[in-house]
């Protein structure tokens, strides 16, 4: 097995956005029984919990990381509308299928992504859930197997939990004619995402949560340093392939570096953020089609 050094650089080519959440999500995958056993390392199976906002990157990580230690890798959507309450155990079911076809063996191995935890919590749906998780074996085609070896990564949606949970606010100026608007309304943020935070950490901490993830990773906000990085830096990139059409002599001065900060500055701005890349890129080609070959 190569070293966590080894892999961490190979994954952070492609995913460059947050080097300290890739190092603990390497970490923790390393030390699981599936992959510890074809090494050095003590077999600790570890569930994780990967939290943060929409768009910056989560499930491309976790792909990559499946990748690097040759893991079949699977998303389960875990929301409502295709979830737990329709059809969750279909899709469950076609998961172990597939693994068993990839593994060829009756102790699985493999990654599956459970895509829109947030759903599952905002819905009361986590019991149900984590008894899928603890399943031990199950019978797949005739064929009896065995799942302790699954790594099961939790994606959790933080904006997206936030804005659908109708949580009241209660935010008490007491002080109205001592504060100027401009400091009431940094109190007023303050308070607010002081509740915020504590509204999260009950649902991280609460007792479902760690009864399926044992492992809870935080991945922060992408900022513009960590899009740069992306765009100019990941062989994955959507900019790197708008480049090569990009005839800069006839563009008019519209350089690679204009180029990166247009983008660098509507991903920011947009809800989508990492997801939106390709219909930046593609508006950015339309307006400037005078200006750039044609794609071959």
């Given at each position: 097995?190569?070293?966590?050094?080894?892999?961490?650089?190979?994954?952070?080519?492609?995913?460059?956005?947050?080097?300290?959440?890739l190092?603990?999500?390497?970490?923790?995958?390393?030390?699981?029984k599936?992959?510890?056993?074809?090494?050095?390392y003590?077999?600790?199976?570890?569930?994780?919990?990967?939290?943060?906002?929409?768009?910056i990157?989560?499930?491309?990580?976790?792909?990559?990381?499946?990748?690097?230690?040759?893991?079949?890798?699977?998303?389960?959507d875990?929301?409502?509308?295709?979830?737990?309450?329709?059809?969750?155990?279909?899709?469950?079911?076609?998961?172990?299928?597939?693994?068993?076809?990839?593994?060829?063996?009756?102790?699985?191995?493999?990654?599956?992504?459970?895509?829109?935890?947030?759903?599952?919590?905002?819905n009361?749906?986590?019991k149900?859930?984590?008894?899928?998780?603890?399943?031990?074996?199950?019978?797949?085609?005739?064929?009896?197997?065995?799942?302790?070896?699954?790594?099961?990564?939790?994606?959790?949606?933080i904006?997206n939990?936030?804005?659908?949970?109708?949580?009241?606010?209660?935010?008490?100026?007491s002080l109205?004619?001592?504060?100027?608007?401009?400091?009431r309304?940094?109190?007023?943020?303050?308070?607010?995402?002081?509740?915020?935070?504590?509204?999260?950490?009950?649902?991280?901490?609460?007792?479902?949560?760690?009864?399926?993830?044992?492992?809870?990773?935080?991945?922060?906000?992408?900022?513009?340093?960590?899009?740069?990085?992306i765009?100019?830096?990941?062989?994955?990139?959507?900019?790197?392939?708008?480049?090569?059409?990009?005839?800069?002599?006839?563009?008019?001065?519209?350089?690679?570096?204009?180029?990166?900060?247009?983008?660098?500055s509507?991903?920011?701005?947009?809800?989508?953020?990492?997801?939106?890349?390709?219909?930046?890129?593609?508006?950015?080609?339309?307006?400037?089609?005078?200006?750039?070959?044609?794609?071959?």
């Amino acid at each position: 097995m190569e070293n966590i050094k080894d892999i961490y650089n190979t994954i952070y080519k492609k995913c460059p956005q947050d080097g300290e959440t890739l190092y603990k999500l390497i970490q923790v995958m390393m030390h699981n029984k599936n992959i510890s056993d074809k090494g050095n390392y003590a077999g600790v199976h570890k569930n994780i919990l990967l939290a943060g906002n929409f768009g910056i990157g989560k499930t491309t990580m976790v792909r990559e990381c499946a990748k690097a230690f040759n893991l079949p890798f699977h998303e389960l959507d875990a929301s409502l509308q295709y979830g737990i309450d329709l059809g969750f155990d279909e899709s469950f079911y076609e998961i172990i299928n597939e693994l068993r076809l990839e593994n060829r063996d009756e102790l699985l191995t493999g990654v599956v992504l459970i895509d829109n935890l947030d759903e599952v919590f905002l819905n009361n749906t986590q019991k149900s859930l984590g008894n899928y998780m603890k399943n031990r074996t199950m019978e797949v085609s005739d064929n009896n197997v065995f799942l302790d070896n699954i790594i099961y990564v939790g994606e959790f949606d933080i904006g997206n939990y936030l804005k659908k949970s109708n949580f009241n606010f209660n935010v008490k100026l007491s002080l109205d004619k001592i504060f100027s608007k401009k400091k009431r309304a940094a109190f007023v943020n303050n308070e607010t995402l002081k509740q915020y935070n504590k509204m999260i950490y009950s649902v991280f901490n609460s007792r479902d949560m760690w009864n399926m993830f044992a492992e809870h990773i935080i991945m922060p906000d992408l900022d513009k340093e960590a899009i740069r990085k992306i765009l100019e830096d990941s062989p994955m990139s959507e900019y790197q392939e708008f480049l090569s059409q990009l005839d800069i002599d006839e563009f008019g001065g519209f350089t690679n570096k204009k180029v990166v900060d247009y983008v660098v500055s509507s991903v920011m701005n947009s809800p989508l953020k990492l997801n939106a890349v390709s219909t930046i890129l593609n508006d950015l080609y339309i307006d400037g089609k005078k200006h750039v070959k044609k794609p071959r």
